[in-house]
T-cell receptor
Framework: QKEVEQNSGPLSVPEGAIASLNCTYS??????FFWYRQYSGKSPELIMF????GDKEDGRFTAQLNKASQYVSLLIRDSQPSDSATYLC???????????FGKGTRLSVIA | GAVVSQHPSWVICKSGTSVKIECRSL??????MFWYRQFPKQSLMLMAT?????????EQGVEKDKFLINHASLTLSTLTVTSAHPEDSSFYIC?????????????FGPGTRLTVT
């Protein structure tokens, strides 16, 4: 059974701080990793994807992947109240296969 | 990024009626379509996977005769909720998929909120 684990939160950070979201996965052979942001009542919005070990930066967002530890994280720098949402970690085992989702971490950025 | 549309964005129907939800991939060919639903305050649940031109594969616990999926073309898939009941009220979201080399950019449709009265 492929599993993706996330802390459900809520994770509260002050405005301007760094928010760190973590995710572990069980399938060691997984190839692609995604972070989605979901606002209440809306569809998930793709923030970042990563498939190689190391860091990948895009604006205020940095995804980090460590395949040996089966761990992927998302850092949000200079957090803004508009970043308050549920963040979903998703893992794709291989090719064009269904994503396996974590249950999401609710982030609250306090102004 | 890829553009995915869903229609309708929301629908209210009476119990016992059927509702059809369309999902279109607007700028790439979706060889696969994944359909999800999400109940309030819960995580996404994969309902079924369909490949263009073939029958859908349903996840355990999802009734294939109730949730009819058609994936007749590479840009359009439909989900029909037949004989809808209040417990089918949910947020239905599609995600087109395409084969190819990594990275796979996986985008969701905007979702359809179904309310059955």
């Amino acid at each position: 059974q492929k599993e993706v684990e996330q802390n459900s939160g809520p994770l509260s950070v002050p405005e301007g701080a760094i928010a760190s979201l973590n995710c572990t996965y069980s399938d060691r052979g997984s190839q692609s990793f995604f972070w989605y942001r979901q606002y209440s009542g809306k569809s998930p919005e793709l923030i970042m994807f990563i498939y190689s070990n190391g860091d990948k930066e895009d604006g205020r967002f940095t995804a980090q992947l460590n395949k040996a530890s089966q761990y992927v994280s998302l850092l949000i720098r200079d957090s803004q109240p508009s970043d308050s949402a549920t963040y979903l970690c998703a893992v794709q085992p291989s090719g064009n296969t269904p994503l396996v989702f974590g249950k999401g971490t609710r982030l609250s950025v306090i102004a | 990024g890829a553009v995915v549309s869903q229609h309708p964005s929301w629908v209210i129907c009476k119990s016992g009626t059927s509702v059809k939800i369309e999902c279109r991939s607007l700028d790439f060919q979706a060889t696969t379509m994944f359909w999800y639903r999400q109940f309030p305050k819960q995580s996404l649940m994969l309902m079924a996977t369909s490949n263009e031109g073939s029958k859908a594969t349903y996840e355990q616990g999802v009734e294939k005769d109730k949730f009819l999926i058609n994936h007749a073309s590479l840009t359009l898939s439909t989900l029909t909720v037949t004989s809808a009941h209040p417990e089918d009220s949910s947020f239905y979201i599609c995600r087109p998929g395409t084969s190819g080399k990594p990275p796979y950019e996986q985008y969701f449709g905007p979702g359809t909120r179904l309310t059955v009265t």
